[in-house]
């Protein structure tokens, strides 16, 4: 398949999309508020070998403003739409989850087992006894209020690509500079539409982790999935536990566990070659 990029619609929201490269299909999809580019670092290891497609959920990236709030199991059928709105319906994909975006790769192995060839996860989030929060409209409310607010002050063109900037720094092994192009930042992060997406996806993490544990009691993995947990020591949260949990997710998932030194949480930035190695030796 040749590389293209643009829009297709998926439950009635734009979603922007790019495609590049050949053989099986693999699916990259970043933490909260990330962006398609974040993995281009990756690209170049993998296109010789897959057709990667990457995409933006809903007030990320260039993709259009998040309708509703996220659920695990909306996120699994959101990549599974992607595929759909592509025409990728054959072979089975290995889906690649960052971060929050874990979850959501987790629950797409659940949820679409057939459709599913290898799940790789990347210093993705653990939450091993998450409950579902109450009032969960009222922290919509309050997260699309807050950044009706934040507009209105002009926070988004003011801060916001500076912002992703430090974010970016803090989570990078020895406080690396971030690489996107300044123009790609100023054009995703100066907009309301991401920051609102950003504190969407900030005010139902809890409840999104609790919709993954239910998830995991109704539906296995299907049986010798290959799974691999990359983690980077002592990330996000500083400690070596944080690797303790990771390890603990392989063992969970059946999976393999790779410790990926001289990385920080943004390991695809950091270390792209031992995020291109886990796709092409997981499935």
Do not use: K
Not at 4 to 15: A, S
Not at 105 to 121: D, I, N, S, Y
């Amino acid at each position: 398949m040749t590389g293209r990029r643009g829009f297709l619609r998926v439950g009635g929201v734009p979603h922007h999309v790019a495609v590049e490269g050949d053989g099986p299909v693999c699916v990259l999809s970043a933490g909260l508020a990330l962006s398609w580019f974040d993995w281009d670092p990756v690209m170049p290891l993998l296109t010789p070998h897959r057709t990667v497609v990457r995409f933006d959920r809903p007030g990320h990236g260039l993709s259009a403003a998040a309708r509703t709030a996220p659920t695990a199991a909306g996120e699994a059928h959101r990549i599974a739409g992607v595929l759909d709105a592509l025409r990728l319906t054959g072979a089975p994909v290995t889906v690649v989850g960052h971060s929050i975006a874990g979850f959501h790769a987790e629950a797409f192995a659940r949820l679409h087992p057939g459709r599913t060839a290898g799940l790789v996860l990347v210093d993705a989030s653990v939450e091993e006894h998450a409950r579902p929060p109450a009032a969960p409209a009222a922290r919509t409310a309050l997260a699309r209020a807050l950044g009706a607010a934040l507009a209105a002050a002009g926070a988004p063109a003011a801060l916001g690509p500076a912002a992703r900037r430090t974010a970016v720094r803090l989570s990078r092994a020895r406080r690396a500079p971030d690489p996107a192009p300044a123009a790609l930042v100023r054009r995703c992060y100066a907009t309301r539409r991401v920051l609102e997406g950003a504190l969407l996806e900030n005010a139902h993490y809890t409840a999104v982790a609790a919709g993954l544990l239910a998830l995991r009691g109704r539906h296995p993995l299907r049986p010798a999935l290959p799974v691999t947990v990359l983690a980077a020591p002592g990330s996000p949260d500083g400690t070596d536990r944080w690797t303790s949990r990771q390890r603990a997710l392989a063992e969970l998932l059946g999976g393999r566990f790779t410790a990926v030194p001289d990385a920080g949480h943004l390991i695809m930035l950091d270390r792209p070659g031992a995020v291109a190695e886990a796709v092409l030796t997981t499935a």
